[in-house]
């Protein structure tokens, strides 16, 4: 494995002389190790005193990106904290209190009180809690949209400043640019145009961020992700792949609204890999940067995402209708040469692996009830 870039952190100090440290996180103790095996082979190296492993806050850690993102934070040493209101409940974070590194907050980061402990000793913020999705964002209404996704942002990134946190790493999405004009890609350059309210919040919070170039605070970045697909210990059911996966695997047929309409995708597994390449790149490389996260070998349209489905499930109807009706956005393809050339971030998992693995999954029954509510965005009632 190839070594890391330190972020600088003071949490290794490593004339540290206790195995771990209690840190109140409002009322509730999390701990953390202070020199886990890794730190402490460092210091049997003479000269070595570089610390690899960061302190991540992780907030909206138990979603469906949250939570393969805090399995990858872990994996490879680093300690993560999650902030989660626990809008769809908590099971995909329960195997990571078995880690010494894990700790979990519980709260509105809209609250008061919530963020202001949660980030004492974090080296980087990675911001993903959100009301999420086109229609979840209708379901709860402009206030309490803009309150999480716009002024809860800002809340999050004034906080990190204050704190002293290196970067914050935010999960924009590609929905920004609305749609492509025919046949074009859209670039980090391409003018945005939101056609929700789950855009226009995501964009007003993006210029938020970048608008904040003081050298001395925390580097914001932005990912706009691609839509999302692949097995998480939250998996949702609502995004494209895995719904059209599911209805095809339950209903054996697929009912398909502007087939040629372009999507881009990218797996769960791969946002997760972007965002560990986005932590460990040289801040200069990403400060106030946005980049696009996926793939153009995974820019596909409906037709073709239903045809690869009905590869792995020969069985399944097709059924095109040209209806159209509300939705978060067009037909879109994005171009991914930034995120390649500046960070040389590829995506390892294909359309029709993440296919095979849903199906695996709902096959075995490993998803309980696959279709109930908990594997879609409900948000609760925002007030
Ligand atoms: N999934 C996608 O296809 C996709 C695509 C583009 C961008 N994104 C962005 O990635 C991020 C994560 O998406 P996801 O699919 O994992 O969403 P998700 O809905 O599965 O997870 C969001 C998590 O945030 C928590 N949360 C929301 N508001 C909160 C608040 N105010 N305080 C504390 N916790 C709060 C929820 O409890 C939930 O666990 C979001 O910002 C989303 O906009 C996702």
Known sequence: MPPRESPGSSLYS???????????????????????QRALTLLREPGNFQPIQMRILVTGGCGYIGSVLVAALLNRGDEVVVLDDLWFGGDSVLPFFNFDGFGFIKGNLCADGVLSHSMDGIDCVVHLAAVVGFPACEKAGRAAVWRTNVEGTAKVYET?????????????????????????????????????????????????LLS?????????????LATVFGLSPRTRFDLIVNQFVLQAFTAGKLVI??????????????VARAVLCTLDASLEKVRNQVFNVGSEQLNTTKQELAQLIRNRLPDVKLEYHETAFAADMRSIHVSFEKIRNTLQFETRVSLDEGIAELIQALRDGIIHQPTSDRYRNHPPILV
């Open 160 to 208: 990190a400043c204050r704190a002293g946190v290196k970067r914050l790493v935010f999960a924009s999405s590609y929905s920004n640019y609305g749609e492509s004009e025919q046949g074009e890609l859209m670039t980090e350059e391409s003018p945005l145009s939101p056609k929700s309210l789950y855009a226009e919040s995501k964009i007003e919070a993006e210029r938020f």
């Open 212 to 224: 904040q170039k003081n050298h001395h605070c925390t580097v914001p970045v932005c990912l706009r």
């Open 14 to 36: 490593l004339t540290a002389g206790t195995l771990t440290e209690k840190q109140p996180f409002l009322g509730v103790q999390v701990t953390f190790p202070t020199l886990p």
């Open 257 to 270: 609204y502007q087939e040629d309409f372009k999507r881009s995708f990218v797996h769960v597994r791969d």
